[in-house]
Nanobody, 124 residues
Framework: QVQLVESGGGLVQTGGSLTLSCAASGRTFSRYAMAWFRQAPGKEREFVAA?????????YAASAVKRRFTITRDNAKNTVYLQMNSLKSEDTAVYLC????????????????WGQGTQVTVSS
């Protein structure tokens, strides 16, 4: 069982930056691949980025986020991060952390656990 708690969301102006954090409970965090998803109002949940259990492999949804967002993790702190730069209004969404029991990097990413999300609002 893994519990995930996101933090770091908020209101930011266009072009600004935010770093989201996701703290995981349990002693087996290093056995889970982690990912970030987002869901904008009226839209389906979409994959943003994923990282393997050892942090050596990453995958991003599309070029639209790949050069602006960076996913990292600190297994000693049981935490995964999403650094978001050059934010745009279309990045406004609830960002959710997810975990999958895998030592690789599942593609597509199929979460076994979800956090409750943190709101990111980008204003012009």
């Amino acid at each position: 069982q893994v519990q995930l708690v996101e933090s770091g969301g908020g209101l930011v102006q266009t072009g600004g930056s935010l770093t989201l954090s996701c703290a995981a409970s349990g002693r087996t965090f290093s056995r889970y691949a982690m990912a970030w998803f987002r869901q904008a109002p009226g839209k389906e949940r979409e994959f943003v980025a994923a990282i393997s259990s050892n942090g050596r492999s990453t995958h991003y949804a599309a070029s639209a986020v790949k050069r602006r967002f960076t996913i990292t993790r600190d297994n000693a702190k049981n935490t995964v991060y999403l650094q978001m730069n050059s934010l745009k209004s279309e990045d406004t969404a609830v960002y959710l952390c997810a975990a999958a029991a895998s030592t690789g990097l599942p593609c597509p990413f199929s979460p076994g656990y979800w956090g409750q999300g943190t709101q990111v609002t980008v204003s012009s």
